[in-house]
């Protein structure tokens, strides 16, 4: 799987995907990830992304020339040399998109490429959702500034669907959907400075101490949320 993802912060994205399982899978080459600034791609001396909106009002408006020559200088690049056609998909996030499900995600991982837009200030000239984009991506009903945290949110999303992205110790929840978990000690008395709440303590479920999988897997089934929309 490789991601690119068109922004004005390329910096944002370096700190969270040079961590953890996006640096492990990046080494292992299991996921690229290419930022692209859309100030490379302008075609206006001063590399301005953004003009008012027609129609008046507050806030600027992303262009759309640079998202347009942006994806297509990805698109050919991944064309170029290559017999198979690959999977593309270009994805606006917008939070008059679609909600971003499980089910999304898992559909998303079967892509070769995903060019994910991130938008910023008022918005992304139409024309971008219209032409360019697949699809229209919302990670919720809230409104951010820009599209780059829902990238982040969506690349580990699927990323989690591709083979080998998670280790084998985080690997359960995919198979089991999610469910409480708890670790040692198996009683957590809280202290209110040197007082201790005697015979108050915070009890793990007996369940899981018995060491009865078939119980175990039950009560994790029950008291889980299956990974399934
Ligand atoms: N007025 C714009 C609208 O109604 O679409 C909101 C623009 S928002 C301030 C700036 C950018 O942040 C959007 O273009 C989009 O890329 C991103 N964004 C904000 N909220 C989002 C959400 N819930 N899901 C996905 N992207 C979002």
New binding site residues.
């Given amino acids: 799987m490789r991601f690119h993802i068109l922004t004005i912060f390329p910096d944002i994205f370096d700190s969270y995907l040079n961590e953890s399982l996006f640096k492990r899978a990046q080494k292992a080459k299991r996921v690229l990830i290419k930022t692209y600034d859309l100030r490379d791609f302008t075609r206006d001396p001063h590399r301005k992304v953004d003009d008012r909106p027609f129609g008046g009002g507050p806030g600027m408006v992303?262009k759309v020339q640079p998202i347009w020559s942006a994806v297509r200088a990805i698109t050919m690049r991944i064309a170029k040399g290559r017999t198979r056609r690959p999977r593309i998909r270009t994805i606006?996030?917008?939070?008059?998109?679609k909600t971003l499900t499980a089910a999304t995600a898992r559909r998303l991982a079967r892509y070769d490429h995903l060019v994910l837009i991130?938008?910023?200030?008022?918005?992304?000239d139409e024309r971008v959702a219209d032409h360019i984009a697949d699809e229209e991506?919302?990670?919720?009903?809230?409104?951010?500034?820009?599209?780059e945290l829902?990238a982040l949110v969506l690349m580990e999303a699927v990323s989690r669907h591709i083979p080998g992205f998670l280790g084998k110790e985080e690997s359960l929840e995919e198979v089991n959907g999610s469910f409480p978990t708890y670790t040692r000690p198996e009683v957590f008395v809280p202290k209110h400075g040197s007082r201790t709440m005697r015979g108050r303590g915070w009890n793990v479920p007996p369940i899981l101490l018995s060491g009865d999988h078939k119980k175990i897997k039950q009560w994790r089934e029950t008291h889980g949320a299956a990974e399934t929309s």
């Fill in positions: 992303l606006l996030f917008s939070p008059r998109g991130c938008g910023r200030y008022e918005g992304v991506v919302s990670i919720g009903d809230y409104v951010l500034s820009g599209g829902p």
